[in-house]
Structure formats: C-alpha cells, structure tokens
C-alpha cells in the first residue's frame, strides 16, 4: 500500500452538481497529479500540481479545477457536473528534485468513485 | 495524434511460464516509459521505470524492453504466479513534461 489517501472512497452526484475531491499525498512528496480512469480504460491526466501551482494540464475543461495545499495535501473540484464524469478518480503523488523531468514514480492513491446520474 | 496501444484481450498463461506484454506507441517521442500493475477498483501500482537511452531494465522477476526504434516496449514476468493476475499499464512521457499517457492496459490471467 502506497501513503497516498483519498476521499471519498464513493460519492453519488446529481448531473449539474459540484464536486470536491480530496487527496492526501505520501509523506516528503511535492507533487501530486490528478487521473480520471473510465471503466476499461487506462488513466488519463487531468492536471498535476507542485508547490502550490498548476505545473501542466491535460485536455480537460476548465470546470475541472484544483488545489495543492502548503502540506502538499489536494483538492480535486468538478462543476456542473455531465454524465461523462462518472469515472475513478485517481491522485498520485510524486517527488520532483528539481530541474529537467526525470521520469519520476508516481504513487496512486485508491481513488474516489464518482457516479453521476 | 498520440496513440499508445496495448493488447486489449485478456491474456491467460499457465503458472510458471514467461508472460509477456506489449505496449506500442505512434506519433509520439517518449524519453520515459513507465509499467504499472492495477488489479480491480484499486490505483495503479509503480513497476518499472526505463528510460529513452536504456534498452532493458530488470527488477526480481521482471524485465522491460524499450526499443525506440520499434517505437515498442516489451514487458516480462518469469516464473508466472496466480497473484501476478492483474491489468498491467505502461505509461509514457515525453522530457520536459509532467504528462504521463497510458495506454489502456493488458488483462493477464496466470492458471494454476
């Protein structure tokens, strides 16, 4: 088991609602990037935060937004919530030492299941 | 666009043989590829790093290949085991990003 933990574990929405999920990343991480997973389908990237900043996003709109918190912990926020976002929804935490990417390992926390209706 | 391939058919094999898994890729330069292990309603679980200049990595019983050539990598579990069951993720990324791409993943089934 990795020290990344999330919550909920489960949540049931209303389409038009919003939602905040939360995350907490592994103990000396900096970084943490948020995934949305469908059923049958590998992650894809929603956004990753470090230090506090949004440091890349991936092709989501803007009605998914986050925050990285001074203990690294997160917030996953999705409004005006659609159908389509009923998926897994995974953080993983990571160490960036600085400099050029390196390749660095993520670790996935168990991720929050999001049904919309 | 950007495509990175998996097997998407199950793959089942007997208890202690080589399972091997493919991860293609297209219109895409990675400096990094990644592998993770899933196994239902959990989060992916690290593996393997290897990078662009790196032709196989090893760890225990695995082994990856990366050939950029190919535009392939190519990952090996020896001595198969019923617990090594799972959905089994690479993942790339191109140097000077923090995007990582996953494919879609391969499930392998180990028989005992």
């Known amino acids: 088991e990795t020290g990344v933990t999330q919550s909920p574990t489960h949540l049931i929405k209303t389409r038009g609602q919003q939602v905040t999920l939360r995350c907490s990343s592994q103990?000396?991480?900096?970084?943490v990037s948020w995934y949305q997973q469908a059923l049958g389908q590998g992650p894809q990237f929603i956004f990753q935060?470090?230090?506090?900043?949004?440091?890349g996003r991936g092709n989501f709109p803007p009605r998914f937004s986050g925050l990285q918190f001074p203990n690294y912990s997160s917030e996953l926020n999705v409004n005006a919530l659609e159908l389509d976002d009923s998926a897994l929804y995974l953080c993983a935490s990571s160490l960036y030492r600085g400099g050029l990417a390196e390749g660095y390992e993520q670790y996935f926390g168990p991720g929050t299941r999001l049904t919309v209706t | 666009s950007q495509k990175i391939e998996q097997n998407s058919e199950a793959l089942n094999i007997q208890e202690g043989k080589t399972a091997t898994l493919t991860c293609n890729y297209t219109?895409?330069?990675?400096?990094?590829l990644q592998w993770y292990r899933q196994d239902p309603g959990r989060g992916p679980v690290f593996l393997l790093l290897?990078?662009?200049?790196?032709k196989e990595k090893r760890k225990e019983r695995l082994k990856v290949t990366f050939d950029t050539t190919l535009k392939q990598s190519l990952f090996h579990i020896t001595a198969s085991q019923p617990a090594d069951s799972a959905t089994y993720l690479c993942?790339?990324?191109?140097?000077?990003?923090?995007?990582?791409?996953f494919g879609t993943g391969t499930r392998l089934k180990v028989l005992a």
């Open positions: 290897i990078r662009e200049n790196e």
């Open positions: 935060y470090y230090r506090e900043e949004e440091n």
């Open positions: 219109n895409y330069s990675p400096a990094y």
């Open positions: 103990s000396g991480h900096n970084t």
């Open positions: 993942a790339l990324s191109s140097s000077g990003t923090y995007k990582y791409i």
